[in-house]
């Protein structure tokens, strides 16, 4: 369970992470759908120990300890130009969704075909008995 003083501390992070559009941001670089970031950012859900591991992983800031510490000294670079670390764990998670996504799409594929060829059958035989 997270101590409320470090999810305090992540909000203030994000603030001063200055980011134009953070539920994008956080989304894109951490893997969690915009959806649940959202709703950590609104404060509508407590972010959970993975969330905040990940966050803290990609925007290479460690999780404060100290309850009086304030956001973390930036990196040397902007964070634009932060080497991408690739975390394992979401990158099985996202080859997993697209193969599953493919499988879904060829599916599809072959619905429409066959529904496509049922509407042709028909319309061959309204041709003939017109």
């Given at each position: 369970m997270l101590i409320s003083s470090k999810i305090e501390q992540f909000y203030k992070d994000v603030e001063n992470l200055d980011l134009r559009f953070p539920i994008a941001e956080i989304a894109l670089k951490t893997g969690f759908?915009?959806?649940?970031?959202?709703?950590?950012?609104?404060?509508k859900k407590v972010p959970s120990d993975n969330f905040l591991k990940v966050f803290y992983e990609f925007f290479s800031y460690p999780l404060n300890e100290d309850e009086n510490s304030n956001f973390v000294n930036e990196?040397?670079?902007?964070?634009?130009?932060?080497?991408?670390?690739?975390?394992?764990?979401?990158?099985?998670?996202?080859?997993?969704?697209?193969?599953?996504?493919?499988?879904?799409?060829?599916?599809?594929?072959?619905?429409?075909?066959?529904?496509?060829?049922?509407?042709?059958?028909?319309?061959?035989?309204?041709?003939?008995?017109?």
């Open positions: 759908a915009k959806s649940n970031v959202s709703d950590y950012l609104s404060k990196p040397d670079f902007p964070l634009e130009f932060e080497k991408p670390s690739i975390n394992i764990n979401n990158l099985n998670s996202c080859l997993k969704r697209e193969t599953e996504l493919k499988k879904t799409i060829e599916n599809l594929n072959l619905t429409i075909d066959f529904l496509k060829e049922k509407l042709y059958q028909k319309k061959d035989t309204q041709k003939q008995y017109g």
